[in-house]
């Protein structure tokens, strides 16, 4: 079998390496789940089962239960890009849009996409959506609960790094705990998505160096003498919106450079190095990792799997948000067209 990377990019040339990454993880499910490629498993006949693979995505789910909408859908627009990729791409869509096949996967996106947009435009929400959402005022008390234990595992800045105390405080579960404290309050301030696990810590001095370079076309947090700034250069629609610099509040810069020096992080390193994939990963990404991390962990302490999407719309459902202002706030930080922004995170409730 032709290499799926390759197929995918053929389909979709511009798409970013985390796209790339999670549609090779959809199709390698679902590849392995079908027979006939326990003969030949060169064959890429499989894909024309529509049936069959219909049936395999619906189980999926877990418990018994079917995916999400959101999630059955994902799974059948890499089906389109997979079939769109074995065929030459977009030089010739005349053909691979007319197979049955095809026509069949597209249907079912179809009905997907009008039942989540009826969804979303009753509250802004999808049902699965519904389930996770929790109103902000529940977030912030949790997240203020969770400050006192984390701030209480953070070493003190004075100790060394032997530090007895410092040790606690990096291992397994509470150097889990700090994180998902510093994520979430990333989030409760910055209405921004999963880009934030591919940040690399720099200094102003080294970053300086950088700017003529096509490295400094990476996502940085800045760490200066008076604050932080977080420059981003990779996301989903930087294509559009181009770099988007932003500088921190002085509560998160005190809490960022306390992770810094609880992750003993040095210049160049990546911010958050426990959401990196493994070098041999076909289909983890640091955002996959990141959502993964959340929902893990938002399940422990407030009982809800919060995604990126779900603080996203709990962040843009506070009513400073909501005002005309706050919604420019949020479309420049973001990175987002205000008719993309409204009806999609700001009609929660």
Known sequence: MANLSEIII????KSAQSSVKAYNRLLNKLILSHPLLVDDFNSMDWVKDTEYNFKTILGFGKGGEAPS?????NYLVALLIYIEGINGGKANEGEWSKYEYYIFYENKVTELNDKLKKEKEQNGLTTSQTEQFMDYKDFDIILEGMKKQAHKLMPKPSMGEGDNMKKQALESENYKYIMTYVL??????????????TLIYITKRDFNKLKKTKEANKNYIINEKSKITIIRNQYKTSEVHKTIELQVSKNLTTLLRKWIAIDNLKSGDLFFQKLQPNENANTSTPELNLTKFLQRQSEKYFNK????????KIYMSRPENKTAQGLINASNVRGTALNTLVPTYANSN
């Open 305 to 312: 799997k919060l995604s990126t999407t779900i603080l996203a």
């Open 69 to 73: 909408d959101s999630t059955i859908r």
């Open 184 to 197: 979430l309050k990333i989030y409760q301030e910055l209405n921004i998505r999963n880009e934030i696990s």
């Open 10 to 13: 053929t389909a979709r040339p």
